[in-house]
């Protein structure tokens, strides 16, 4: 069997990257909870919580004039794993798949990363009118890791 070369392996492995950090955004819990919790004026207290926003803007409407309002609480998990899992689990597979100096090993990783979120955001930008700046914003990071990699 005929081994890759070493400009190969980094491309499939900068490749591999970017779907990774792709599979983890999307198999990833949501950043707000599923329930929405529905709280009034004057101190904003919790009055209800409902099992969706569509439920609670309903109530919200019903309760015209007393300042109520709607929201999705945090979810506590899916920090953690945007923090603590995501990152050592793409910088493992990096460590152990890219080759070549520690320099062309970080550039690389960051070229598949970069890249990634620009997919990501050309994907939420035909999704939701919001992504475009989250994608003119990665656009140009990409452009400059490309930029500092090929040095």
């Known amino acids: ?6 400009h190969k392996r980094n491309v499939l492995a900068t490749v591999g990257i970017g779907i990774l950090f792709i599979t983890l955004s999307l198999v990833g819990p949501n950043g707000s909870k599923m329930e929405a ?14 099992v969706d926003m569509l439920i609670c803007s309903k109530a919200m409407d019903a309760s015209t004039g007393r300042g109520c309002s709607c929201s999705r609480p945090d979810n506590p998990w899916a920090s953690w794993y945007f923090d603590y899992f995501v990152p050592p ?11 070549g100096s520690l320099g062309m090993r970080i ?4 070229a598949g990363f ?3 979120i620009l997919l990501l955001g050309i994907y939420y930008a035909f999704t939701n009118p ?6 003119v914003l990665s656009f140009g990071h990409l452009v400059y890791v490309a930029l500092m990699a090929s040095v």
């Open 130 to 135: 919001e992504g475009i700046e989250g994608l």
């Open 89 to 99: 689990a793409i910088g493992v597979v990096a460590w152990i798949f890219l080759i």
């Open 37 to 50: 919790e529905f709280r009034c004026a004057p101190d904003f207290m919790l009055e209800a919580v409902y």
């Open 107 to 110: 550039g690389l990783l960051n």
């Open 1 to 6: 069997m005929h081994a890759l070369s070493p």
């Open 114 to 116: 970069w890249g990634a």
